[in-house]
């Protein structure tokens, strides 16, 4: 392997790290990713290609690294240097707040709408998080087809960063100064390449709703969470596997590879949250993603009384700390936050049980009219994938910006978008998020998570749609 391939594995690893703890353009479909994201059982990178979406394209491009089929109603060609092929365009957009959505009556006209979304979509991340991209095209495609926004179209831009900074802060700008997008949407990136055009997008006061919700999104006029902070998903992680976890013996594995990792051993241990929690910390222990076992850790955990695991990693180190620990016929419950686990994490041996605390809605099991929304957009635009973690944090975020955007009204620009953000006090959007109050510095957020837990093998969500504050 090459120094340049060296470094490019290196830095798809850190992303994914980034992303799992933060809670993480090309056009390849969603299975091509997950098909080229596998070295030797840890997620491997793609190198993203040249090019941008063509401006003409109705909603749903997904730029180098990111996206599926050709959904219906799509207009447009692929940019220079994209795969054909794989492009995507979408129509797209909509998101109720409660009942059933009906379509968007009367408005200006005029063209579409432009939102943009740049994010670590490739490689590494993509295991995990493309399926965020790919709800904000299912969300743009649902609403088009019913008469776009205020009787406009959205067209939906979705860049892959690459884990890049330098690129990202690069397409960022792109999406304003060229596109002319009126808000970024959906940004599920790293806290380095977020912190590499955070800076910009406030000197042009674009607003950036709903992204990965990590570290990296403290306060500012212009980003808005639909999460809780990384510290309250910590401590509110901790108070709910204290109360609905089946051991209160606590231990974690924390990855070396990203301050993230870190972060999570600071706020659990070093602060003390997992023990005021009523957890019982007895183990603990840093590793690293690419080792190839983790046989020693597990006979550690076992030796050390460990009844309830927390590996802060990607899904597939999860994956792989299961079947080390189930060799060694060592079966601990393992409890998990929502960007270290994807769709098919309940299905894996050894997490059958798995319990894990998510930021917005369950992606399964719940029956509110929101959800059937999102469940109906899904079905029809998903490209067949499963809906995980990543996924539901696409679609709230699209469901604010549309809430929003209909209350703005026909001139959807900009400041409008801003001020009309500021207005929104202790809103959860139809229950897709906690209560969320929007300002002048950012996003304050209810102290509160939903649960959801493997059973038999798949997830189901046992306390519904309803919120477990602390």
């Given amino acids: 392997m090459t120094n340049r391939q060296n470094h490019r594995v290196v830095a798809a690893l850190l992303a994914v790290v980034s992303l799992t703890i933060a809670a993480c353009g090309t056009r390849l479909d969603h299975n091509q990713i997950v098909g080229a994201a596998s070295v030797s059982g840890v997620a491997g990178s793609t190198e993203a290609g040249a090019g941008m979406p063509g401006d003409s394209a109705i909603a749903g491009e997904l730029t180098p690294g990111v996206t599926g089929e050709s959904l219906p109603g799509a207009e447009g060609t692929a940019g220079a240097g994209s795969d054909p092929a794989a492009a995507a365009r979408q129509p797209g957009t909509a998101g109720g707040q409660g009942s059933a959505r009906t379509p968007s009556g009367g408005g200006s006209g005029g063209g579409p709408i432009v939102i943009g979304s740049v994010g670590s979509y490739s490689g590494a991340t993509g295991t995990a998080w493309a399926s965020g991209a790919r709800a904000l095209q299912a969300w743009a495609a649902s609403i088009n087809e019913q008469g776009g926004i205020n009787g406009r179209q959205v067209k939906v831009i979705?860049?892959?960063?690459?884990?890049?900074?330098?690129k990202a802060r690069s397409?960022?700008?792109?999406?304003?100064?060229?596109?002319?997008?009126?808000?970024?949407?959906a940004a599920i990136t790293t806290a380095q390449t977020l912190k590499a055009w955070r800076g910009y997008v406030e000197q042009k006061r674009v607003p950036v709703i709903g992204g990965d919700c990590g570290p990296a999104w403290t306060a500012s006029p212009v980003l808005f969470r639909q999460c809780t902070t990384s510290k309250d998903n910590l401590v509110?992680?901790?108070?709910?596997?204290?109360?609905?976890?089946?051991?209160?013996?606590?231990?974690?594995?924390?990855?070396?590879?990203?301050?993230?990792?870190?972060?999570?051993?600071?706020?659990?241990?070093?602060?003390?949250?997992?023990?005021?929690?009523?957890?019982?910390?007895?183990?603990?222990?840093?590793?690293?993603?690419?080792?190839?076992?983790?046989?020693?850790?597990?006979?550690?955990?076992?030796?050390?009384?460990?009844?309830?695991?927390?590996?802060?990693?990607?899904?597939?180190?999860?994956?792989?700390?299961?079947?080390?620990?189930?060799?060694?016929?060592?079966?601990?419950?393992?409890?998990?936050?929502?960007?270290?686990?994807?769709?098919?994490?309940?299905?894996?041996?050894?997490?059958?049980d798995v319990l894990m605390v998510s930021r917005v809605f369950p992606f399964t099991g719940i029956s509110s009219p929101a959800f059937h929304e999102f469940e109906s957009a899904w079905e029809k635009y998903g490209s067949g994938q499963p809906a995980g973690p990543a996924t539901a944090m696409g679609w709230a975020a699209a469901t604010i910006f549309e809430q929003v955007a209909k209350d703005v009204g026909g001139d959807i620009g900009r400041e409008q978008l801003l001020r009309q953000l500021y207005r929104i006090k202790n809103q959860t959007f139809g229950g897709l998020t906690v209560p969320l109050s929007f300002g002048s510095n950012g996003t304050t957020a209810a102290k509160c998570l939903f649960i959801m837990q493997g059973e038999r093998g798949r997830w189901t969500a046992p306390q519904g749609d309803k919120p477990q504050c602390f």
């Fill in 171 to 185: 397409q960022v700008q792109e999406l304003v100064e060229q596109h002319n997008a009126v808000a970024i949407v």
């Fill in 236 to 352: 509110g992680f901790a108070e709910l596997a204290a109360k609905f976890g089946k051991s209160k013996d606590f231990g974690a594995l924390f990855c070396q590879e990203d301050e993230g990792c870190s972060f999570a051993e600071q706020v659990l241990f070093n602060d003390g949250a997992a023990e005021r929690a009523g957890l019982n910390p007895r183990y603990r222990a840093r590793i690293s993603i690419t080792q190839p076992d983790f046989t020693s850790e597990c006979i550690q955990a076992r030796n050390n009384g460990v009844e309830l695991l927390f590996v802060a990693a990607d899904p597939n180190t999860v994956g792989r700390v299961a079947d080390s620990c189930r060799r060694q016929n060592y079966h601990p419950q393992f409890a998990q936050i929502d960007g270290t686990v994807n769709a098919a994490t309940a299905s894996k041996p050894g997490l059958e």
């Fill in 158 to 166: 979705v860049y892959d960063d690459g884990s890049d900074p330098a």
